[in-house]
């Protein structure tokens, strides 16, 4: 069944334990995957609020902040994998509400947030970013069943530290100490929490869910020039702009022969002229390059497609591929099964014609629909994929 449109708004109120929803037919979905995202104070968001699906279209005419959305939800991506805000935030002032006044300290800051679902059900994280004067994190929160698990606040500050009290259902309610102020707290919890009692396994369960959800996130914007020119071969781990394709399609075609064919008979769709394959071919100077096999005799390098034909071939990649290919912290100790990897694809449609956005929507959409990968992505008109199975555009307005 299609998904509904939907608008950026209010986000919803968190849900008390008794409405988590338990699938009645079949075994529930456990995999750690982010299913919302917040902008309550952000760039050019206020109040903001929308769902994260198998496949999430943001809509809107340049202005409207689907870059911005995605540029947030990759900083706490990055913040969850362990990253100092500094790397999260590298212009923290440009992340600020234009108007947001500073108070009487001269303090002015933004709030982000998600949701993450999984085994323990849904869990959400609020972030309270200050930007001015000085880049810190003043205030966290973690809850899940609408108990509070983690809270963090900056009670003195002239120390770079904020006071964390996390649940602990013992004895005493709630643990405390000093977290510092530029790390994500809940990413530090598995470090501190001993996990003894029922509420402290509660906290690492959540804040291990959140965690892996935000480190499987991958933002991806293919770069055509840089994939037309022969490349080092190397780890063969994609990257985000996609320059090192030919390094990873030599070592992906011979690794899983069935995904290589669905890339091959995506490209027939997608790309002028016949396609029998796609080849990386090995040069003398060590490089690898890519090359399309017409199947005629003649192979077609990569330099002579058009952008939207090679924009359409990396995103392609990306979607059908896993995340052991893709350069990102992934958590090695969590089994891709128990985890679902998020695409970010900034301007999804952009150099596409109408049948590759079109094809390129139904690859994530099969894709989405398996539960292993999905994707958040932006363009500026969603029309195109009104009523396509299992989308959800939400509506950007300035």
């Not at 530029?182 to 001993?194: H, K, N, S, W, Y």
């Not at 003649?298 to 002579?304: C, D, S, V």
């Not at 090679?310 to 985890?339: F, H, I, K, Q, S």
Request: with cysteine; net charge positive.
């Amino acid at each position: 069944m299609a998904v509904p449109s939907v608008s950026a708004g209010r986000p919803a109120p968190a849900a008390p334990a008794a409405s988590v929803p338990v699938p009645s037919r079949g075994l529930p979905d456990v995999r750690a995957r982010l299913t919302g995202m917040r902008l309550s104070a952000f760039a050019g968001h206020r109040r903001a609020g929308f769902p994260v699906g198998a496949v999430t279209l943001l809509a809107g005419r340049s202005g409207t902040g689907k870059t911005t959305a995605l540029a947030a939800l990759e900083a706490l991506a990055r913040l969850g994998g362990g990253a100092p805000l500094q790397e999260a935030f590298p212009d923290p002032v440009t992340c600020v509400p234009e108007r947001a006044r500073p108070d009487a300290d001269g303090r002015r800051g933004f709030r982000i947030g998600c949701t993450a679902d999984g085994a323990g059900g849904p869990v959400r994280l609020d972030v309270a970013v200050q930007a001015e004067p000085t880049l810190r994190i003043v205030g966290e929160r973690l809850t899940a069943g609408g108990v509070v698990l983690l809270e963090t606040a900056l009670r003195e500050p002239r120390r770079r530290c904020v006071e964390a009290a996390w649940h602990t259902a013992d004895s005493a309610p709630a643990t405390r100490a000093p977290f510092p102020d530029d790390r994500l707290g809940t990413a530090l919890l598995p470090l501190r929490v001993a996990g003894r009692t029922d509420g402290q396994r509660h906290v690492l369960s959540a804040a291990e869910q959140m965690v892996v959800a935000l480190r499987s996130v991958f933002p991806c914007d293919p770069r055509p020039d840089g994939m037309r020119t022969p490349v080092p071969t190397g780890s063969g781990r994609l990257l985000r702009g996609c320059d090192n394709l030919a390094d990873v399609l030599w070592r992906t075609r011979a690794e899983c022969a069935r995904r290589h064919g669905l890339l091959v008979e995506a490209l027939r769709a997608g790309c002028a002229g016949p396609v029998a394959d796609l080849i990386a071919e090995p040069l003398a100077d060590g490089t690898v390059r890519a090359l399309l096999d017409r199947g005629d005799g003649p192979r077609t390098e990569l330099a002579r497609l058009g952008d939207g034909e090679l924009r359409y071939l990396a995103l392609t990649l990306v979607l059908l591929t896993g995340p052991g290919v893709l350069d990102l912290d992934a958590p090695g100790e969590v089994p891709d099964a128990l985890r679902s990897l998020t695409v970010l694809a900034d301007g999804f449609d952009r150099a596409l014609d109408p049948l590759q956005r079109r094809q390129l929507l139904d690859t994530a959409a099969r894709m989405g629909e398996r539960g292993h990968i999905r994707c958040v992505a932006a363009v500026s008109d969603a029309s195109w994929a009104t009523g396509a199975e299992g989308v959800t555009v939400v509506h950007l307005e300035p």
